[in-house]
């Protein structure tokens, strides 16, 4: 994909954005709950998550409630071929976990943690290996719906973060970096539902001499295939200094009863920064 076409893409991902209006409807007013005073369970909203796509869900947990989101196991691989370069890697990561707790009935609190990672990079043009596996690095997230919670027909939220280096054996970059993501929903007709995401990150260098900005933008659409059955299909874009990446995403999910869901999903990578592939497979729990 040219430098052209990302942009392009990450202008689609925005456009959306650029209208926004607030909707006024509401189902019902849960102001009175918080984390102290829980949401009774005949008034919880629909099950709602931040994966398997990439694109962030401007819709918080319910207060006093939690909600687990997990990768069981995901793998990652790729072949840099660039430049004269011969390298490839590898990743396998099991049980990444997004816990988030309600605080109040538009705002939830989220601790990302990838528990074990396994990497591998083989150079055949240097002829070395390097293997590494541990703990990753801890990310808390604070999530803030403005309106669409509880009705309407589009939905809006706030999501600022920071990455905190808790990663072992040369994992991550061993630096703080944080940013802030805007995720917007909106329902289309037919039964399809668009969502879209910008995100500013502040990234350590590759030289760890400074800090340097990313843009990232996605936009995704899914769509039920029978009553517990839906699929989603997302283009997400990451605009870096000199390396831009690209993916198309496409993924299944399945619900059984009100507060579980099941997904598998993969990334392919459109650009050569892009990993050639992801696949994973995770499931979500209300409780």
Not at 99 to 105: E, I, P, R
Not at 126 to 151: E, H, P
Not at 165 to 188: D, K, M, R
Request: some cysteine; aromatic content about 10%.
């Amino acid at each position: 994909m040219s430098r052209n076409s990302t942009l392009s893409a990450a202008a689609l991902a925005l456009l959306p954005l650029w209208s926004l209006a607030a909707d006024p409807a509401a189902a019902v007013d849960k102001s009175a709950y918080t984390l102290f005073n829980r949401t009774p369970e005949s008034q919880l909203r629909e099950l709602t998550t931040d994966r398997p796509d990439v694109t962030e869900s401007p819709y918080t947990v319910d207060a006093g409630w939690w909600q687990l989101e997990m990768d069981l196991v995901a793998h990652t691989r790729d072949h840099n071929l660039s430049d004269g370069a011969d390298i490839k890697s590898s990743a396998l990561s099991f049980a990444t976990v997004n816990l988030k707790v309600g605080l109040t009935s538009r705002i939830d609190l989220q601790t990302v943690f990838a528990t074990y990672n396994r990497l591998s990079v083989r150079d055949r043009v240097a002829g070395t290996r390097q293997d590494s596996s541990g703990f990753g690095d801890v990310t808390s997230r604070l999530k803030i719906n403005f309106w669409g919670n509880d009705g309407g027909e589009s939905a809006f939220g706030l999501m600022p973060f920071v990455k905190w280096p808790t990663s072992q054996h040369g994992l991550g970059n061993n630096s703080l970096e944080g940013g802030l993501i805007v995720p917007y929903a909106h329902s289309l007709p037919h039964g399809w539902d668009l969502g879209t995401m910008t995100e500013f990150d502040v990234v350590r260098n590759d030289t760890d001499n400074g800090y340097l900005f990313e843009w990232v933008n996605t936009v995704t659409a899914g769509h039920a295939l029978t009553g517990n059955t839906g699929c989603y299909v997302e283009l997400a874009t990451t605009l870096t200094h000199g390396a831009d990446i690209a993916t198309f995403d496409f993924g299944v999910t399945y619900t059984i009863g009100k507060n579980l869901q099941l997904d598998l999903g993969a990334n392919v990578g459109l650009t050569h920064a892009a990993d050639d592939l992801n696949v994973f497979a995770g499931l979500s729990v209300r409780f």
